[in-house]
C-alpha cells in the first residue's frame, strides 16, 4: 500500500533551517549529467537520465528518466578540458524546437571560437515540471 505524507515545511534535524516544500519541488534540478564527450562517451554521473548518445562532434542527446510537463523547461550547461585556459558551453535544443521534447533533449557544445567541439568534461543541468 503506497502511504503520503504531506508537509508545508522542511527543517533540519536540529529544528532550524526551514524551507517550503513548493519551493524544493518547484527549484531542484530535475535532470542533470556529468559525461566525457569524448572518444567513447561515457557518463561519469546523473540524475534522472535513462541513455546519452553521441550524434556526431560536440552533438549530444539526453534521454530523460521521467518524462516532463511540456517542452518549455530550460537547461544550461559547461564543457571544459582540464589544463585548457578555455571551455565551451552547451547548447538548447540543439538546432531545432523539434530536437526539445518531453522525453529528450539534443544540445550541442561549442568552443570559444563558436565551432562545435567535444570536451572531456561536461556538466548540464534542466529544470522544468515533470509530468
Known amino acids: 500500500m503506497a502511504s503520503e505524507l504531506r508537509v508545508n515545511t522542511l527543517k ?5 533551517n526551514s524551507i517550503a516544500t513548493s519551493f524544493v ?7 542533470w549529467i556529468n559525461f566525457n564527450g569524448t572518444g567513447t562517451i561515457a557518463i ?3 540524475f534522472s537520465v535513462t541513455s546519452h548518445s553521441d550524434d556526431g562532434t ?5 534521454n530523460f528518466t521521467s518524462a516532463f510537463g511540456n517542452d518549455d523547461y530550460v537547461g544550461a550547461g559547461l564543457s571544459r578540458n582540464p589544463g585548457a ?3 565551451g558551453t552547451a547548447q538548447f ?3 531545432a ?5 518531453t522525453s529528450s533533449v539534443q544540445h550541442f557544445t561549442i568552443n570559444t571560437g563558436g565551432s562545435n567541439a567535444d570536451f572531456s568534461h561536461n ?3 534542466i529544470h522544468g515540471d515533470l509530468a
Open 12 to 16: 533540519d534535524a536540529s529544528g532550524n
Open 25 to 31: 519541488a518547484g527549484g531542484s534540478a530535475k535532470c
Open 44 to 46: 561519469r554521473d546523473s
Open 58 to 62: 560536440g552533438l549530444y542527446t539526453i
Open 85 to 87: 585556459l578555455s571551455g
Open 93 to 95: 535544443p540543439s538546432n
Open 97 to 101: 524546437d523539434s530536437d526539445q521534447t
Open 123 to 125: 556538466h548540464v543541468i
